[in-house]
């Protein structure tokens, strides 16, 4: 079962040692993941003032300079991990040092059915 | 074994196990609605084969393989017809491969991992109620909803969404990890007690289906402590048994409370009581006792007491004391106040009464007036009582209560 662990947090409270720390118990947890098949895929984000947002509408489009919605927490990164169950992904998750500041969303990935 | 001797014995397998079945099929196939629909093929197959082939060794397992293999031929069939999704295909294989038979001791494990999957803290609190009612003990959408005085529909719509959330986010059907098990285990304990206080409240509601609540939380709490003789679970058990042993004193014939103290102790049930006792002495003992086991403590020095006067109040007083510690809330306190009154005389009590009533956070609750007007009654200011009693009852909400408090202005008027 594939999830999403989305990264919320107050992306202007983090120090730069904090955020040095957080980077390397990450790659830990990745690498730790990784020699057990559970990771896909994994990667912190830039601040949403480099997010650009796009809509179309009419057939043209709107590009705008910000996120999708201002919030006081902001999606700050994201893994993408392969485990047995919603208990490991709590596991995981709970792991993972901005759980501690902030808050992860577990999504579960919906599954297509295989292309014939 | 005769033909309808065989067929009352699937009717009464169907009674008291169908949700044992139910529930191992739910974790074998992972889905509620394939589970249910296994189940129910597997006991109409139970009907037709049995009275021909005789009874089977291991009734129950016989059942749980029946709809295993009807399951397999639904999705088999619906392979054919070419919409089998991947999770599915998945399914069907892992199926093909729990072949062998299921020991009697591993079905009985089976509620218990469903209970703990469907008290999930992933699953919102408002259904892990009446998720586990429906899937673990099998009430109808209608009878909880009776019992809760909600809208069928509304509780359909949040077992619905129970299901979906299991099933798409994956909840496993397992017990919890040693390291996760306690804080797994209050949520468990605490939706058992949510259903008894459903059943036993007196506030609304069918009479008999409450007394349904209340027995079904009495036998989900045996379960638990049969396979996780934790003290806290012998405690909460204890607590509900001591609390049921009351029923049949705690309302009057027009459905009014009776307090503990006007109760006809002679109508206790003693069995409860002894069971509960013992129950309270074991958790105790372990030295590992909290919220539940206290409360039961409690509740078991009343039992042991032939009269209200008899009652050792030092004792319940030092209970109340040590459940303070544990859980420091202010109604506990109040409750630790009326036993103060009890044992030291009504001043005492009311003095902690108005301390407590000065930190605003009992000021909305009547019971704290009720308690301070039965005092100040007791203590021969019968004016100062009234005015009490006449706050509680602008406070009070439920009907048998606002009947009991104007009964109590009605008798300090006379």
């Known amino acids: 079962m594939q999830y999403m662990l989305l990264i919320y947090g107050d992306e202007n409270s983090w120090t730069e040692q904090e955020r040095e720390e957080c980077m390397l118990e990450s790659m830990k947890i990745t690498d730790e993941l990784a020699a057990q098949g559970k990771y896909i895929a994994a990667s912190p984000l830039h601040p949403v003032s480099m997010a650009t947002s796009l809509r179309v509408r009419d057939g043209k489009r709107q590009i705008t300079d910000g996120p999708f919605a201002e919030t006081t927490e902001q999606l700050g990164g994201y893994y993408l991990i392969d485990v047995a169950d919603l208990d490991e992904a709590l596991a995981i998750a709970s792991r993972l040092p901005p759980a501690k500041k902030g808050t992860v969303e577990i999504r579960p990935l919906f599954p297509l059915p295989e292309p014939n | ?414």
């Open chain 2, 1 to 414: 074994m005769d033909k309808s001797a065989c067929i009352a014995k699937v009717e009464d397998l169907y009674q008291r196990d169908s949700r044992k079945v139910f529930a191992t099929l739910v974790r074998l196939l992972g889905d509620f609605e394939l589970a249910e629909e296994a189940m129910h093929e597997a006991f109409a197959a139970a009907l037709q084969q049995w009275p021909e082939q005789g009874l089977p060794h291991n009734p129950l397992a016989w059942l749980v393989s029946a709809g295993k293999f009807k399951a397999l031929d639904g999705i088999r069939r619906k392979q054919k017809f070419g919409q089998l999704q991947p999770d599915l295909q998945r399914l069907a294989e892992e199926l093909g491969e729990h072949q062998e038979y299921m020991a009697e001791q591993e079905i009985e494990d089976e509620r218990l991992r469903l209970i703990f999957t469907c008290c999930h803290p992933a699953i919102d609190a408002r259904i892990q109620v009446p998720l586990t009612l429906r899937e673990v003990c099998g009430l109808t959408t209608e009878e909880i909803a009776s019992a809760f005085l909600t809208q069928p529909a509304t509780l359909a719509q949040r077992i619905v969404r129970g299901k979906a959330k299991i099933r798409d986010a994956r909840i496993p059907f397992k017990i919890p990890e040693l390291a996760e098990l306690p804080a797994r285990l209050d949520a468990v304990l605490s939706v058992i007690y949510l259903i008894f206080n459903e059943g036993y409240s007196a506030s609304a509601g069918d009479a008999a289906i409450r007394r349904d609540l209340s027995d079904e939380a009495i036998r989900l709490t045996r379960l638990v402590l049969e396979l996780l003789p934790d003290p806290e679970v012998m405690g909460l058990l204890a607590l509900m048994l001591l609390h049921e042993s009351r029923r049949a004193a705690r309302t009057d014939e027009n459905g009014d409370l009776v307090l503990l103290e006007d109760q006809d102790r002679s109508v206790w049930d003693r069995q409860m009581i002894e069971e509960g006792k013992q129950l309270v002495r074991r958790a105790l003992a372990t030295r590992r006792f909290g919220f539940y086991t206290l409360q039961a403590a409690i509740s078991a020095v009343h039992a042991d007491a032939a009269s209200p006067q008899e009652t050792d109040w030092h004792q319940i007083v030092a209970l109340y004391s040590l459940l303070l510690q544990v859980e420091d809330s202010p109604i506990i306190a109040l409750n630790r106040a009326v036993a103060v009154a009890m044992r030291d005389g009504p001043g005492a009590g009311l003095e902690i009464i108005d301390q407590l009533l000065r930190h605003k956070e009992l000021a909305q609750y009547h019971l704290a007036y009720s308690a301070r007007g039965e005092l100040l009654r007791r203590s021969g200011q019968p004016q100062l009582a009234r005015q009490a009693y006449a706050q509680a009852l602008s406070l009070a909400k439920q009907a048998p209560e606002r009947r009991f408090l104007q009964a109590r202005l009605a008798e300090l008027d006379a």
